[in-house]
């Protein structure tokens, strides 16, 4: 059975800090992993999408890596500001399944303080 | 383009009625997914819709949730005679293949 985990469960970092955010899951036979950020009364939006033929995605400040065989990801925050402030959860789709249901981490607290 | 929504936004409600909470998806997408978030927790599946049909409902935790997509667009999630435990934040996402695009949820609380 597939399960995600996401280290550390929260974290908070002085504004203009570069932050690493760890996604972990057991079985590496995956479609593909996405990072999520979820803010409190708002639905989760997406940041990154990486299918599993692909090892990094990049959008702004934004980088996330994976690599499959070890079942680890990373979402990299450069230079973080207040405004990043939120919850990040990673999300695998397990090829196994045959659907591509997502197998939700329980997320990273970020507070980005001024 | 609108986004996925979701109505009602909150829903309380007492224990043994029934609710139905609706989701509307992003036009053109194929698939439809409902998830169920408790507090601190990440989304977990509860089933999942190509086009009109059912396709996984493996989620679902007891035969009181029932899903319809009768036209391949709108859901409605039903829960029949509800109890305390049901209260959570329900998430609606529809995708055009792998990326998923998630509506604001439904917080059900039941009392």
């Known amino acids: 059975k597939q399960e995600v985990t996401q280290i550390p469960a929260a974290l908070s970092v002085p504004e203009g800090e570069n932050l690493v955010l760890n996604c972990s899951f057991t079985?590496?036979?995956?479609?593909?992993l996405q990072w999520f950020r979820q803010d409190p009364g708002k639905g989760l939006t997406s940041l990154l999408l990486i299918q599993s033929s692909q090892r990094e995605q990049t959008s702004g400040r934004l980088n996330a890596s994976l690599d499959k065989s070890s079942g680890r990801s990373t979402l990299y925050i450069a230079a973080s500001q207040p405004g990043d402030s939120a919850t990040y959860l990673c999300?695998?789709?397990?090829?196994?399944?045959?659907?591509?249901?997502?197998?939700f981490g329980t997320g990273t607290r970020l507070k980005v303080l001024a | 383009g609108a986004g996925v929504s979701q109505s009602p936004r909150y829903k309380v409600t007492k224990r043994g009625q029934d609710v139905a909470l609706r989701c509307d998806p992003i036009?053109?997408?194929?698939?439809l997914y409902w998830y169920r978030q408790a507090l601190g927790q990440g989304p977990e599946f509860l089933t999942y819709?190509?086009?009109?049909?059912?396709?996984?409902k493996s989620g679902l935790p007891n035969d009181r949730f029932s899903a319809e997509r009768p036209e391949g667009s709108i859901s409605t999630l039903t829960i029949q005679r509800t109890e305390q435990r049901d209260s959570a934040m329900y998430r609606c996402?529809?995708?055009?293949?792998?990326?998923?695009?998630f509506g604001p949820g439904t917080r059900l609380t039941v009392l």
């Open positions: 079985d590496s036979a995956i479609y593909n």
């Open positions: 819709f190509n086009y009109e049909a059912q396709q996984d």
């Open positions: 999300a695998v789709t397990p090829s196994t399944s045959g659907t591509y249901k997502y197998i």
């Open positions: 996402a529809s995708s055009p293949g792998l990326e998923q695009f």
């Open positions: 036009s053109g997408h194929v698939s």
